[in-house]
């Protein structure tokens, strides 16, 4: 069984607002004890009091590494964003077709212009991100495959990094955190050497680029 120490970590670490919160010392322990004894109790299935929640959540802020802005290293060239509107994302089970049908599909996707489409493998799914134009020929090709999941109406904004971000610590976790205090909700990421390109719904793309910007003109 959890301990009350390690039950209230886990609830913390899961939350971009409590674990920079605590970490700067911003948060009434007291409150908050109060405000997590409830799910703790439910979590535990026993009595927890206010003090030893209040002791678990000041021995987590004491180890907890001083919190700081992490620097983002963009790009050197001016104006890194970029956007890509009208996308949807299919998400099918693999199987051992999957590769023959990923062959066909950027075989055939490659002479429309002006389209995207990228294919990305896991360990049982792979997930087939695509201009809306190109949804029947997906369709057609993975016709026979099983469908785990289909998200329309989807934007891609790219934020384009310097080389060396990938020997800089946190710097994904400091636009992540941004994006979350923000309330903005990503379906998906994608990172490639100097890109990181964050899939989000269409409807959340302008306060997205709201917080992007402002990195970019730091």
């Not at 919160?21 to 109790?41: D, F, I, T, Y």
């Not at 060239?77 to 998400?91: P, V, W």
């Not at 946190?170 to 964050?198: D, M």
């Amino acid at each position: 069984m959890l301990s009350i120490a390690t039950k209230v970590e886990q609830i913390v670490m899961e939350s971009a607002f409590l674990s920079e919160g605590l970490g700067r010392g911003l948060l009434n322990l007291s409150e908050l004890a109060r405000q997590l004894q409830p799910q703790l109790q439910t979590d535990l299935w026993k009595p927890v009091g206010q003090a030893a929640v209040v002791m678990a959540l000041r021995r987590l802020a004491e180890r907890m590494p001083q919190q700081k802005s992490g620097e983002i290293v963009l790009a050197h060239r001016a104006g890194e964003l970029s956007t890509r509107s009208e996308l949807m994302i299919f998400t099918y089970r693999y199987s051992d077709q999957t590769y023959a049908c990923q062959r066909q599909l950027l075989a055939l996707a490659a002479p429309q212009r002006g389209t995207f489409i990228t294919v990305t493998r896991g360990v049982n799914e792979v997930m087939v991100i695509c201009s809306r134009s190109l949804h029947a020929l997906v369709e057609e090709v993975f016709g026979e495959e099983q469908e785990l999941a289909r998200l329309e109406r989807v934007t891609a904004v790219t934020l384009h990094l310097a080389p060396e971000t990938c020997y800089t610590p946190g710097v994904y976790h400091a636009i992540l955190k941004r994006l979350a205090w923000e309330r903005i909700n990503l379906i998906n990421i994608i990172c490639t050497y100097t890109e990181l390109t964050l899939l989000l719904e269409a409807s959340q793309t302008g306060a997205a680029f709201s917080v992007l910007s402002k990195i970019v003109a730091q």
